[in-house]
């Protein structure tokens, strides 16, 4: 599906690399936290990062908003970072520990006048019981104890939506290592009910700073997949969209219908089915990429039905496969359904992508007589199959995730703890005040 659905995921980096959290596994680099958060040194990275994005990759994409904690920086910044996201044509997505209040919510979705400043807000929220320094519950000793926390959040969205309009998509994201494994079903099971749109698991790499890495599952997702599964109680089939690699990335597109107890899961497509696959191909040849605002994706479909109308006929017949899948008809007529995307993302071990890219950086690919070992071709092709992108800018270049983790974060961050020495003064209220004189 990469380059046809989607041209893949986007994130920033080295914009805000500060986080307030002490979280084991933390993937963040030994001098993140040396970083000052700085609004213009944030904003104005984004802008160069959005732009090499946008000439490289195409005009629309997802992206996130990354790095260290995103709501250490004031309102003002965060919401002018998610405007040049948007100028740039990417659809941003904040990455969050959660632990922030309603106040901040406001600030950063409506004006100081009280006009919303956007229509929708996404958020993706990291939740997991080896986060350490969440202001309530600094070191939980169990995913359940979570739970509520994990309600308010979304909770604080709806009341933002009721109060001033503003709607939301809400990401569910945990690091999955041996001690929580046994409690994933749990969640899965607890959380598909309280508002998320999408649920993701990464199982836990050796990345970033050493002295808080822990131990790797040491299998190849298909025992998480499982474990989600059971908590989901339905299978989640995800071979008809696959994204880049299967070692990396699994989703699985479905719907929870109905309401209370009598809630289920029910994937939207079903990869053993032919009529699936056949409608996944039309619509691939016919659509194409679904990277877009949710305004103009409404309005693609609507052109696509008007020009293709044979179109109909497949939506039809995809309905009645779901329908079935269903099983009660009633709920949909009542409209008790909500989409629910459950992925998987396997990052890498930090020492395996550095082998790699130094291989790649040499000019290794799959024309090359040089034989290497199985786990070391396994991350070349990983890596070549990437979904998930970062922009070297310097470097007029775009490069996986794991390897902006791996092996320029550790430089990139002591050039900024010098740069952005924590004591001095933040540069943001200057450059804002420069900016509204000039209107
Ligand atoms: S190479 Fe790394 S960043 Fe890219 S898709 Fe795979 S796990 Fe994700």
């Known amino acids: ?35 000052r958060v700085d609004g213009m040194h944030t904003v104005t990275q984004i802008a160069r990062q ?64 009280g006009k919303p400043r956007f229509r ?21 000793e ?17 009341r933002l939506r009721r109060e001033h309009g503003v709607r939301f998509y809400l990401a569910h994201n945990m690091t999955v290592q041996q001690g929580n494994f046994g409690q994933i079903a749990d969640v899965v099971s607890e959380i598909q009910h309280y508002g998320f749109r999408l649920l993701s698991f990464q199982p836990a790499a050796l990345q970033g700073v050493e002295r808080r890495r822990v131990q790797g599952l040491g299998n190849d997702g298909d025992a998480l997949w499982r474990e989600i599964e059971h908590g989901a109680g339905a299978r989640l089939p995800h071979r008809l969209f696959q994204m880049g690699d299967t070692r990396c990335n699994r989703v699985s597109f479905c719907a929870v219908v109905g309401a209370g107890a009598s809630a289920r899961v029910v994937p939207l497509f079903d990869d053993r089915s032919a009529g699936d696959a056949r409608f996944r191909d039309a619509m691939m040849s016919q659509f194409g990429s679904i990277a877009l605002p949710p305004a103009l994706l409404w309005l693609k479909g609507a052109r696509l039905l008007l020009r293709r109308p044979w179109m109909v006929v497949l939506v039809a017949l995809w309905a009645a496969r779901f329908l079935s899948r269903c ?5 949909l007529l ?48 990983r890596l070549r199959a990437c979904s998930y992108g970062m922009a070297q800018v310097d470097q007029g270049r775009v490069v996986p995730a794991c390897v902006q983790h791996s092996v320029y974060d550790p430089d990139e961050n002591k050039a900024l703890a010098r740069e952005l020495r924590i004591g001095e003064k933040a540069r943001s209220s200057a450059f804002w005040k420069l900016e509204k004189r000039r209107g």
């Open 50 to 113: 959005m732009h090499m994005l946008q000439k490289q990759r195409g005009p629309v994409a997802h992206c996130q908003l990354i790095g260290g904690e995103v709501t250490l920086l004031p309102a003002a910044d965060h919401a002018r970072a998610l405007e040049v996201m948007r100028f740039y044509g990417r659809i941003p997505m904040s990455f969050t520990h959660g632990d922030f209040s309603y106040e901040y919510l406001v600030a950063l979705a409506v004006t100081p006048e």
């Open 1 to 35: 599906m990469l380059g046809r659905m989607s041209p893949g995921c986007e994130g920033t980096h080295g914009v805000f690399p500060k986080c307030n959290f002490a979280c084991k596994p933390c993937y963040h680099s030994e001098d993140a936290n040396h970083v």
């Open 142 to 158: 169990s995913e359940a104890q979570l739970h509520e926390y994990r309600k308010r959040f979304v909770d604080m969205f709806r």
């Open 120 to 140: 929708r807000l996404d958020f993706a929220v990291h939740f997991d019981m080896y986060m350490y320094g969440r202001s309530e519950i600094p070191r939980p």
């Open 327 to 331: 099983g009660n008809l009633l709920d």
């Open 334 to 381: 009542l409209w008790r359904v909500r989409l629910l995307t459950f992925v998987m993302h396997r990052f890498m071990d930090a020492d395996d992508v550095r082998a790699a890219w130094s291989l790649m950086e040499n000019g290794y690919d799959e024309t090359s007589k040089k034989v290497v070992d199985a786990g070391l071709l396994e991350t070349v092709e």
